[in-house]
Nanobody
Framework: QVQLVESGGGLVQPGGSLRLSCVAS????????MGWYRQAPGKQRELVAT???????NYADSVLGRFTISRDNTKNTVYLQMNSLKPEDTAVYYC????????????????WGQGTQVTVSS
């Protein structure tokens, strides 16, 4: 089994910062793209940022210049540094990853974490 566990969410004032972490554990052979998504109440889940195994990043326009995604392949961990937070960033943030569980390519699957709440409010 593979698990993704997020941490680092919480309540922060507008303009503040938070750092989210997501650790992948279990039977892991290789991790490909990792990313962060978010879902606000009454809205669809949306992409925030992704990062490939070689470090190529992609961001939603709404977070470009404020958020930074990074990963530590030695720790099977992806991070999201969030600066200059705005009330509209309030959402549940989900970690996502493409993980291959064995040497067989057909063992590759997509996984989600359980989510961590980020609330930006004064």
């Amino acid at each position: 089994q593979v698990q993704l566990v997020e941490s680092g969410g919480g309540l922060v004032q507008p303009g503040g910062s938070l750092r989210l972490s997501c650790v992948a554990s279990g039977r892991i052979f290789s991790i490909y793209e990792m990313g962060w998504y978010r879902q606000a109440p009454g809205k669809q889940r949306e992409l925030v940022a992704t990062i490939t195994g070689s470090g190529i990043t992609n961001y939603a326009d709404s977070v470009l210049g404020r958020f930074t995604i990074s990963r530590d392949n030695t720790k099977n961990t992806v991070y999201l540094q969030m600066n200059s937070l705005k009330p509209e960033d309030t959402a549940v943030y989900y970690c996502n990853a493409d993980i291959q569980r064995s040497i067989f390519i057909n063992s590759k699957a997509n996984y989600w974490g359980q989510g961590t709440q980020v609330t930006v409010s004064s």
